[in-house]
């Protein structure tokens, strides 16, 4: 792959999830914008328990700022309006709700006992408790609040946010120790659509971008026959047929492996640190695989066409993961010999997987072939490479249905065969060709469920490591057709 090309594919990846972050972030912004508020436009978060024996409950202090280096003229077109409703649990008790300079309000309390909100739980507050004495000076004859409101029944209190620090307090009219009320803190910030806009558009753009480079990146040498002094699959050692079956819409996935002469006898134990560098790359390239599966499924559900250049560069993440995994994970630490960084075919590489471009699809099977026709084979998938299941316990009196236990069988086998490959230097033929065959069934599920193929993958353990080719169910004859095994079984 040239630099250019992997340049590209990096910088694509690195645009990637900032592209997606501002999506969902302007999105989510944008419904919660659409249905979050009240017929005002007020965003409201309701504390049924405000409840205190000291003589003053305030918020963290500050609690509105906008003293952080922002331009004035900035916080004034924000246009924030904050409405704080308190409603007294006696009728009779006249209740005091203020905002001021949060300096002030510090120093006006500074004496007296009161509670500061420093969080909520289930709606109710959370308080932090500084000591002084019960009662304080009159509320009302302060001199330094910017908006108050007092009396019996609800309080309504509306403030603007200008520039500077502010706390809100709420006390009893007389200053008397003892609060016993509910309140409702609502919130109006109209930027907050255009806001939503923004993102949503620089996130288009921006995962636009990336896609485009990501495409270009990956748009690197196509699958053909070696070049140059590049052996074939076949003439490095592949096992018997492993170069004879090509992926056909009939054989969509093939995946095809040999063993290495010469494995080492411990390498496979710092091979995943070794691979650190792959993993840097497809923890990015796999965001992109499940968008390019997105738009790739909305492009089939209209015209019945996976893109070719979508679907090449899915076929590339899943080729690249497939070789990183065979070297040092669950693919099989087959092979000593380090993967390349490129999406595309490396034909002398000791593991090959191949998956035929389909000209046309279902548009039907693609709203359910990901989430229910490939149930089954999750649950096996899960088996193989997760935990086992059953019932799980937190105590005697809450049970839940769930994963419990260690690695799963593939994870075992291959730690078993590396042991083995350890202590006597062969790798046991018997443990490769169940690995292989496991992982066969892995991409042939990834591949049906990321819609590149319509072929649904066979309940059949493939083993070993060339691709099993399997004869039809009926033999064409001179005569009436009879099934394969029908003659001389008998």
Known sequence: MKPGRIIALIVGCLMLLPGIGLLLGGGGLGLGYAFGRDTAGYFSMTVSDLHSATAAITTPSPAVTTDLGTPTWVTEQLQTDVRLTITGANPAQPIFIAIGPAAEVTSYLSTVGHDEITGLTKGSPVYRTSGGSLDARTPSEQSF?????????????????????????????????????????????????PLALIMLGLGIVITAGAIVLVI?????????RPTGDQPSFAESGADTGAAELTATSDHPVVLTARI???????????????????FCVLIFLWPAFLLVTF???????????????????NAGVLRWSCRVSYYAFSGGIGTDRYPPFTLGTV???PVSLEIAYPERLSRGLVLVKWWLLAIPHYLIIGLMVGNWFGWTSMDRRVGAFGPVGGAGVLGLLVVIAGCILLFTGRYPRSLFDIIIGFNRWIYRVVAYAALMTDKYPPFRLDQGGSEPTIPPLWQPTSGPREPVGSRGGR
């Not at 609040?145 to 709420?170: E, I, K, P, R, Y």
């Not at 270009?216 to 053909?224: E, L, Q, Y």
């Open 347 to 349: 034909p002398d590489y």
């Open 295 to 313: 738009a790739a499924g909305v492009s089939i559900l209209f015209t019945g066409v996976y893109p070719r250049s979508l679907f090449e560069f």
């Open 260 to 278: 290495d002469s010469g494995l080492s006898r411990w390498k496979w134990l710092v091979k995943w640190f070794l691979a650190i560098p792959h």
């Open 145 to 193: 609040w910017t908006s108050t409101a007092t009396g019996t029944g609800a309080q309504h209190l509306d403030f603007t946010v200008t520039s500077g620090q502010w706390s809100m307090v709420v006390m009893n009219a007389d200053g008397s120790a003892g609060i016993d009320a509910a309140a409702t803190f609502q919130v109006r910030a109209p930027f907050l659509l």
């Open 216 to 224: 270009v990146g990956a748009s690197g040498r196509k699958k053909g």
